[in-house]
């Protein structure tokens, strides 16, 4: 059973352009999270989505993010028109149903923004 | 959310038990305490998870006190690939169905030779 995948693991962006940043759950999990970590900090949330809903997205800036996790398919983070603060660690979690408290991550996405 | 208080850093030997205290003096009723590890480039793991008393499972012991103000990992016998952050987290796992993890810096143990 294949863990969270999160593709790419690497990404570089120049300052304006988007950023596209995909996480596939575990077989089973219809939970996903997306956090961003920046350097020596913890993690912040960001959004939690059920398949075709967004359920909590209230850590997630008001511009520029936005998220999707479609019928079929990946979770979608996308960031469009990137600045130098968003360079991070994006980090995906998903979780079986019902049991919420134990998450499980993906490797995470670096975004470099120059 | 409960607010969570450790220390920003410990250092150990291999072999030795480590023991990671976690403060949350606010904790409410139905709040959980969980511990989560990290390691570099790497997303959290979940390592272990508690309401009251003692929890143990293969990678490390939790020991609540009566009061739940704190907590404190235990890991016995560390080796250089315990070196990692470990995070503690305090909040109601079953709250709306679903589980917003809020992390604080953690704690990064250095284990050495």
């Known amino acids: 059973n294949a863990g969270v995948m999160q593709n790419p693991r690497h990404l570089v962006r120049r300052r304006g352009q988007e950023a596209r940043l995909r996480c596939s759950p575990m077989k089973g999990h219809s939970h996903v999270y997306w956090y961003r970590q920046l350097p020596e900090e913890g993690l912040k949330f960001m959004v939690y989505l059920q398949k075709e809903n967004i359920i909590d997205e209230s850590g997630m800036p008001k511009e520029r993010f936005s998220a999707e996790f479609p019928k079929e398919g990946p979770s979608i983070l996308r960031i469009q028109q990137v600045v130098r603060g968003d360079s991070a660690a994006y980090f995906c979690?998903?979780?079986?149903?019902?049991?919420?408290?134990?998450?499980?991550f993906g490797p995470g996405t670096r975004l470099t923004v120059t | 959310l409960a607010k969570t208080t450790q220390p920003i850093s410990m250092d150990s030997y291999e072999g030795q038990e480590v023991n990671i205290t976690c403060s949350h003096n606010?904790?409410?009723?139905?709040?959980?305490i969980t511990w989560y590890q990290q390691f570099p480039s790497q997303g959290p793991r979940f390592i272990i998870q508690g309401y009251k008393t003692k929890v143990t499972n293969e990678v490390a012991s939790l020991f609540i006190p009566a009061d739940r103000k704190s907590s404190t990992l235990s890991l016995p016998r560390v080796s250089l690939s315990d070196t990692a952050v470990y995070y503690c987290l305090v909040g109601d796992p079953f709250s709306g169905g679903y589980n917003k993890l809020i992390f604080g810096a953690g704690t990064r143990l250095a284990v050495h030779p």
């Open positions: 979690a998903s979780s079986p149903p019902g049991q919420a408290y134990e998450q499980y």
């Open positions: 606010n904790i409410a009723t139905n709040d959980y």
